[in-house]
């Protein structure tokens, strides 16, 4: 390819990027830049006849042989490229911050064409071994296409010694000091639910004076949130347990810092041994055993999170705040010694032992090799799915039959006939009827040797210890030990998957592959913003990174497509039947009046289905305002303020500030957001307590309060013609199956807005639609996490808003 290229796009007077030099020392070294330029992305460089062969990675390399990374390759660089970091001024091609991710050498590993790096790279198939800090072993580079678009490979990671099975991200799980500085680029809010840290099993206890080792409680793992004495609990999904809890609550108002405390908490005996069915029922008044919460880190102190510093800083830290309270507990450690505090906790009954490295800093919401649980036995949580008739004919079942979701497929683990009483198998059977289901969740017939099956909805997971893991995928020798209700169904698996990986299909076109579905993606680099210049490659990775936030806002809503297939300013369509989808995508079948058929609506339930969408061009999500579960009920109701052209965004502002005046006087929360276009929607929580009609005239009157503080200024005029130039007040949104842009979602406006969540604090003066894009909004979500999900939860009561508004009158 040579140099040309490279010089062709540079101006080297404006740019600090070294010249275009031939250099044929051919060293085999290599380099792994971190590149945030338009979009942040990885480049590899290796060093190949006089120059650097070059690739676009990006979502960065993996250690993972299951992540197949999309690398885009791109011209030759020099070999003084080797060395380059810094900034390339705005205006250069490539503009932004580069640095140096990982460098070293590479060695070129034999393949059908030899050990000839350049045969094998004309070949589409580079076999390669890196020596760098944190990329290490054995790799393929292998291009997945031809003709146009031969410049897209994979890269792959090799199954050897430095391989790992867990999740790998570039950003956050390299083992060097680049943790640090992510931790210390992440910013906690003390008053919302953050995702805690989170262990990867084991095998084996070692001793390491590198390490530390603290006793595992069987509990509910439990962060506490303390602000000027105000104190909320929450599980590790984000459940509050402020009532059921309300002893540990009280106490932690004692503590006079603003913090927020990570630990677990537990029902032990008089031995101090915990007991989790009783943590379970836990009742103050009649459970036999005491409440305790072990605290054991610590993510936010007095203004100032904690979580860049290392383990042992942070836990220094606990012994002085939790100084004086009963119920709570500093859970201490040994250094070291590992198999020292294992068999002690074995012996004495405990579950095993969480070793943690000393000098690890908190990475929230990731499972992390830094963590990792030790357990004397294997022990798993698995979904009942079912169970057999009891082979005597009795009223109590024979076994429960477990299942664990390998991507949306739910996959058979065995049955588990033993461990619990007889009053146990009594309350699961009351329990179980109640969700009994003609349909067999497995799609497929069970190995169960003549007993008779009864299925259920796959709701509920308990906990079983079992000896080991068949050839065959099953549990061997499972025991009950209890259900949970601390986790969720989906997050059931032997082994989940969250990150995206490009693979192959039969027609060389690209896919990405999330949690075991495989999206199709085309025409990535199609610009579907061009005054911004950001493609449909943005979108998806948006939707990508942020799928996390936006989901619960879209599972079990059916979806209004609109799609732009070929951008903003060329024609678009609204889709809501569906009918020639893959077969992993859920559809509802609705009822439609209009059309007098029934429509196969498309539900959003998953990673895979955000991203095909997008594939699609669904730029924005329109999802209803009520699930399937209770379509006629809304989940929430939506003050619509609908700017006409005349207005400025100053002027929405000021409607939006009336709206909240209104609001408080009937004491309910409303919660804002941008629209994405050029206005705001004030969405209040209903959860699904009135009907559509309800929750239109409840609207409408709030509107009709904010219209008499801003006569001049607002109408509810609905047409056009009669707006005059006012700001309409729109309440008609909240119909049945009328759709609104997701909190979280795109919009097809120049420069890629985001109906982005707001806090009513930040509507003021200055506030600008295009403050929050596709480039802004994941940064704002990792410092502020998901301020909107109120909308989700507790609903309001009309009667008690209708009061207070009478009573203001």
Same mark, same amino acid.
């Given at each position: ?228 004495g105000e104190v909320s609990l929450y599980s590790r999904n984000g459940v509050m347990y402020n009532t059921k809890f309300a002893l540990l609550q009280n106490e932690l108002q004692n503590i006079p810092h603003n913090c927020i405390l990570d630990g677990e ?94 000098? /690890?800093?908190? +990475?929230?919401?990731?499972? &992390?090799?830094?963590?990792? $649980?030790?357990?004397? #036995? =294997?022990? !798993? ?111 059931? /698996?032997?082994? +989940?998957?969250?990150?995206? &990986?490009?693979?192959?299909? $039969?027609?060389?076109? #690209? =896919?990405? !592959? ?296």
């Amino acid at each position: 390819m040579g140099l040309n290229e490279y010089i062709k796009k540079r101006e080297f007077n404006k740019t600090p990027e070294p010249p275009g030099d031939l250099d044929k020392s051919n060293g085999l070294r290599f380099v792994i830049q971190r590149h945030q330029a338009r979009h942040l992305h990885y480049d590899l460089r290796l060093e190949m006849e006089g120059v650097l062969k070059s690739w676009a990675v990006p979502k960065g390399p993996s250690l993972n042989p299951t992540d197949k990374r999309l690398a885009i390759m791109t011209e030759d660089h020099p070999v003084k490229y080797l060395s380059f970091q810094g900034t390339i001024p705005k205006g250069n091609y490539g503009a932004g911050v580069m640095s140096i991710w990982d460098q070293g050498t590479y060695s070129v590993l034999k393949s059908e064409v030899g050990s000839d790096p350049v045969k094998q790279l004309k070949n589409g198939d580079l076999k390669i071994e890196f020596f760098g800090e944190k990329i290490k072993g054995s790799f393929a580079l292998v291009r997945t296409a031809r003709g146009e678009e031969k410049n897209q490979w994979l890269l792959i990671k090799k199954t050897d010694k430095y391989a790992t099975q867990l999740h790998y991200d570039a950003e956050i799980f390299a083992a060097t000091p680049q943790s640090k500085t992510v931790a210390s680029e992440i910013s906690l809010n003390i008053d919302q639910f953050v995702k805690p840290m989170l262990a990867s099993p084991a095998k084996n206890i070692f001793k390491d004076p590198q390490w530390v080792f603290e006793l595992k409680w069987d509990g509910y793992r439990m962060l506490s949130h303390i602000k000027n004495g105000e104190v909320s609990l929450y599980s590790r999904n984000g459940v509050m347990y402020n009532t059921k809890f309300a002893l540990l609550q009280n106490e932690l108002q004692n503590i006079p810092h603003n913090c927020i405390l990570d630990g677990e908490v537990v029902i032990v005996n008089k031995q101090g041994k915990p007991n989790f069915q009783k943590l379970q029922k836990y009742d103050p008044n009649k459970t036999v055993g005491e409440l305790r919460y072990y605290v054991f880190d610590l993510l936010h102190l007095n203004g100032h999170d904690t979580i860049a510093l290392s383990l042992l800083e942070r836990k220094s830290l606990l012994p002085d705040i939790l100084e004086g309270l009963k119920h709570v507990y500093y859970c201490d450690h040994i250094e070291g010694m590992g198999p020292t505090l294992y068999n002690r906790a074995i012996a004495a009954g405990m579950e095993g032992v969480i070793a943690k490295k000393a000098d /690890s800093t908190y +990475t929230p919401g990731y499972r &992390s090799e830094k963590w990792l $649980k030790i357990k004397d #036995s =294997t022990t !798993e949580e698995a979904i009942i799915c079912g169970y057999t008739e009891s082979e005597s004919g009795g009223s109590i079942f024979g076994s429960l039959i477990l299942g664990m979701y390998k991507g949306e497929k739910l996959v058979y683990v065995g049955n588990c006939g033993s461990g619990f009483s007889n009053k146990e198998q009594r309350e699961l059977l009351k329990k179980l009827k109640a969700i009994e289901t003609d349909i067999n969740p497995f799609a497929k017939k069970l190995p169960l040797k003549g007993r008779i099956p009864h299925f259920v909805a796959p709701k509920l997971i308990c906990e079983v210890k079992f000896s080991e893991w068949t050839k065959n995928g099953l549990m061997r020798h499972p025991v009950y030990k209890s259900l949970r209700n601390d986790k969720e169904p989906a997050e059931i /698996s032997p082994q +989940t998957v969250k990150e995206g &990986s490009v693979s192959n299909s $039969k027609k060389n076109s #690209s =896919t990405l !592959e999330v949690d075991g579905f495989h999206v199709p993606l085309t025409n990535l680099e199609k610009v579907y913003w061009p005054d911004a210049g950001y493609t449909k490659y943005d979108l998806i990775d948006y939707y990508l990174n942020i799928s996390d936030i936006i989901l619960p806002y879209l599972i079990d809503r059916p979806q209004n497509l609109h799609r732009h297939p070929n951008g903003i300013r060329n024609a678009s369509f609204y889709q809501k039947d569906n009918e020639t989808l893959p077969e992993w995508v859920k559809t509802e079948e609705i009822y439609s009046k209009s059309s007098k058929k029934n429509i196969a609506y498309l539900l959003c339930q998953n990673v895979a289905t955000l991203l095909y969408m997008a594939n699609l061009g669904c730029i924005e999500i329109n999802p209803w305002n009520a699930t399937i579960q209770n379509l006629e009920r809304p989940t929430y109701t939506v003050i619509d303020i609908d700017p006409s052209a005349k207005n400025t965004f100053e002027d929405v502002i000021e409607v939006a500030l009336a709206v909240k005046e209104v609001l408080d006087i009937a004491n309910i929360e409303g919660y804002p957001k941008t629209s994405g276009s050029s206005g705001l929607h004030i969405y209040i929580p209903l959860d699904n307590k009135y009907s559509f009609e309800e929750a239109r005239d409840f609207t409408k009157l709030l509107c009709y309060f904010v219209q008499e503080k801003l006569p001049k200024f607002t109408t509810m005029e609905r047409a056009l013609t009669k707006r005059k130039g006012k700001i309409y007040l729109d309440y008609l949104q909240n119909r049945r199956g009328q759709t609104l842009a997701a909190p979280y979602c795109v919009r097809p406006k120049e420069g890629a807005p985001v109906s982005a969540p707001l806090l009513w604090s930040e509507l003021t003066s200055g506030l600008s639609i295009l403050d929050f894009t596709i480039k802004t909004m994941p940064e704002r979500i990792k410092k502020m996490g998901d301020i909107f999900s109120p909308v989700l939860q507790t609903g309001i009561s009309m009667e008690a808003a209708i009061d207070n508004l009478n009573s203001e009158k």
